[in-house]
Antibody, heavy 120, light 110 residues
C-alpha cells in the first residue's frame, strides 16, 4: 500500500522560503506512470494545485505560483520536495503531497497534510 | 487558469439524490475527459470518488456517479446517507500538465 508523509517546519516567517518534503513508501517515485504533486488548502478554503514532478525530473507549476515554486525529486531517498519563496500570510495552508495517476489525471494517494503557518 | 466554479453548498434528505455542478471552460472541463471528484471530511485528506468524468474506483459505492456536458461536469449522489456529508471538490486537466480545482461544495445531509 502506497503511503505518503509530509514533513517540514510548521512555522515560517514572512519573506522566507517554505520547504517541505514528502517521503513515499510502498512504491517508487521513479515509476513512469505517475506524477508527484503538491496541493494546498488555506484554512476554511478550497484546494489549490501547486505543481507536479514527473519521474524523469520534469516539473510543472501552477502559473499563479510559478515564479516562487520549485519542486524537485530525490530518487535515492524516494522523496520529493517543495520550496516556495517569499512567503506571505496568504501562503498559510495545509500542504498535501499526492500521487497523480498519469492515465486518469487523478490524485489517487494523498499524504495526511501538514499545516504551515506564515507569521513573524 | 481560474478555479472551476462550484456551488458553495448543497443539501438533501437521507435517501434523496443531490447533484453538484462544476463549471469550467473549453480549456479545461470542456476540452478533456479528465474530470475528477474528491470527497473531504473535516480534518482529513481528500479521497477520490470519480475519475475520467464518470469512472468509479473500487470501493466507492455506485451511489456516486459523474457526468459531463459541454463545459460543466456534475457529481450525483443518490440514496443520500449521513456519511456522505462532506466537502466535494472537482478537478480538471487544463493542458500542459496543469490541473485546476473547483472551489468546493459543502454537502449537508438534512
Amino acid at each position: 500500500q502506497l503511503h505518503l508523509q509530509e514533513s517540514g517546519p510548521g512555522l515560517v516567517k514572512p519573506s522566507e522560503t517554505l520547504s517541505l518534503t514528502c517521503t513515499v513508501s510502498g512504491g517508487s517515485i521513479s515509476t513512469s506512470s505517475h506524477y508527484w504533486a503538491w496541493i494546498r488548502q488555506p484554512p476554511g478554503k478550497g484546494l489549490e494545485w501547486i505543481g507536479s514532478i514527473y519521474y524523469g525530473g520534469s516539473s510543472y507549476y501552477n502559473p499563479s505560483l510559478k515564479s516562487r515554486v520549485t519542486i524537485s525529486g530525490d530518487t535515492s531517498e524516494n522523496q520529493f520536495s517543495l520550496k516556495l519563496s517569499s512567503v506571505t500570510a496568504a501562503d498559510t495552508a495545509v500542504y498535501y503531497c499526492a500521487r497523480r495517476d498519469d492515465y486518469g489525471v487523478v490524485f489517487d494517494y494523498w499524504g495526511q497534510g501538514t499545516l504551515v503557518t506564515v507569521s513573524s | 487558469q481560474s478555479a472551476l466554479t462550484q456551488p458553495p453548498s448543497a443539501s438533501g434528505s437521507p435517501g434523496q439524490s443531490v447533484t453538484i455542478s462544476c463549471t469550467g471552460t473549453s480549456s479545461d472541463v470542456g476540452g478533456y475527459n479528465y474530470v475528477s471528484w474528491y470527497q473531504q471530511h473535516p480534518g482529513k485528506a481528500p479521497k477520490f470518488m470519480i475519475y475520467e468524468v464518470s469512472k468509479r474506483p473500487s470501493g466507492v459505492p455506485d451511489r456516486f456517479s459523474g457526468s459531463k456536458s459541454g463545459n460543466t461536469a456534475s457529481l450525483t449522489v443518490s440514496g443520500l446517507q449521513a456519511e456522505d456529508e462532506a466537502d466535494y471538490y472537482c478537478s480538471s486537466y487544463a493542458g500542459s500538465n496543469i490541473v485546476v480545482f473547483g472551489g468546493g461544495t459543502k454537502l449537508t445531509v438534512l
